[in-house]
């Protein structure tokens, strides 16, 4: 039964990408509030996974529960499910032929049917919250990597999202770009946003992680609390994993 | 400690700067490319100057039969004394200030584009694309508002072959997009449709859809149900130049990343929305050079319509200089065509290049 205790459920959930067997019998509560960051080996399926919540990718079985309504072929419910969840991407995916500010704004104008007036004043509210305002009339081509990241969570948290999605937000960056976009992260988390995230910062994955979930070949192969998943992993494959990423 | 310091940014060198570095540079960088240069000069010299002289300076401009030339030189008094009928075909001369009114609406209506300070351009542009073709139907076809009725026979001339282009053009680029929208459906059976129609009408010669519309639709049709020969004739190069329009489209609509769509979906946009403000806008801006293509194949296979019938500028050029007062003059008449055609297509060709720099907002992902 779906439950509106939590924010996200993934019950039993398979993936095929035609033959290939991405997601094996995903099951995943997350709470309100609850920061999750997920780790894995590429082609772990972990970006698949939370591209699921959203349905960017449709899942073959099992069920998935957003805020408690469960995705199906319905799409209304995509469409609200999509109102409620955010997402940031590796590449950001800016609107290259919008204004930084027009990038905020489209959704709340056309989605929300804010007033575009109303619709700027959020759009700076968030802007100012990523520290990013003084760029809101330039073109995304002309950001750097780190602010277009920042101008790209300021997008989603306009929708005012109820779960946030992190899909590798910092593995396209610049070494000297990561940090601000971390930071923006680390606040964002501090204020109590349900936040899913694939990274590889094991770093942020200490400060603000409740759960960090290991996954490879399409399945979940250890989660824990962030002190005992990095100091004491439990499974092998999680313990070569952490090795290979931690002693370089 | 040591302090970064980056170093001062120094002016170039003189001799790669200003007239003298840009002729050296262009002209002059080297001996064989010198000897080019000059060979190009000569190879201008002696062709320009007897076309100019030809065309220009022993051209005869005025008269009323082909005895006013004697000079030797084109005889233009031929385009002087008829330039109404090019103009404006059999449109009957009391009422030629209705297509006056709309090649003035037309100018006021683009001019401006070309201008970057003017602020009305987006009002102006839907405009011309609405409200304009309407105005201009009214206006020249008559039957309302007491107008006289000018029944499409009589309509001719530049004025023809520009209402044609226009309204194919006008037309064309809203259902290529579709076409191509279709194209790239989920859905089987909108997909399909489009496939054919776009495979069907880019795979017959303009002449024979051309010839379908004037010759063989009729014999379809009921007795007495019977429509307009240039309706016809429009609705058969709006067909055929969408489909064109659509692969164009289409070429622009698949060049777009995947995560602009994934962007879009994300913020709960939908599909119609997320087409109407994130893809197409970067489609369409990213094929501006292959629609003004289309735009101006549409504009030059207007001529087309002289088979069925049509008297658009070439045919009535044509028939002038067959005519008995002007026999023989073909080379000015198609000089003059040609110009004519050339002068709308460079306009096009600016105007596209002065879009694509205005929209390029310097994203290349």
Sequence with gaps: MASTDFAVQMINVNKWYGEFHVLKDINLNV???????ICGPSGSGKSTMIRCI???EEHQAGQIIVGGIELTHDLKRIDEVRREVGMCFQHFNLFPHLTVLENCTLALIWVRKMPKKKAEEVAMHYLERVKIPEQMNKFPGQ??????????IARSLCMNPKVMLFDEPTSALDPEMIKEVLDVMVQLAEEGMTMLCVTHEMGFAKLVADRVIFMDAGQVVEENKPEPFFNDPQNDRTKLFLSQILNH | MNEFKPLPNLPPPVATAGVIG???ANLFPSPFSALLTVLGIYF????LVPFLDW???SADWFG????????????WAFVTSRIDFFIYGFFPTSEVWRINICFALFVISFAPQFFDAFPYKKNLGIFSLTVFPAISYVLISGGWFGLVEVSTEKWGGLSLTLMLAYVGIVAALPFGVVLALGRRSQLPVIRTFCILFIEWWRGVPLISVLFMSSVMLPLFLPEGMNFDKLLRALIGIIMFQSAYMAEVVRGGLQAIPRGQHEAADALGLGYWKSMLLVILPQALKLVIPGIVNTFIALFKDTTLVLIIGLFEVLASVEAVVRGAQWRGLTFEGYVFVGLCFWVFCFGMSRYSQKLERKLNTGHKR
């Design chain 2, 22 to 24: 840009w002729l050296r």
């Design chain 2, 44 to 47: 201008l010299y002696i062709t």
């Design chain 2, 64 to 75: 009323t039969d082909k005895s006013a030339c004697i000079s030797g030189g084109a005889c």
């Design chain 1, 143 to 152: 950001l750097s990597g780190g602010q277009q990241q920042r101008v790209a």
């Design chain 1, 31 to 37: 709470s309100v509030g609850e920061r999750i960051v």
């Design chain 2, 55 to 57: 065309a220009v300076f």
């Design chain 1, 54 to 56: 959203n349905r960017l």
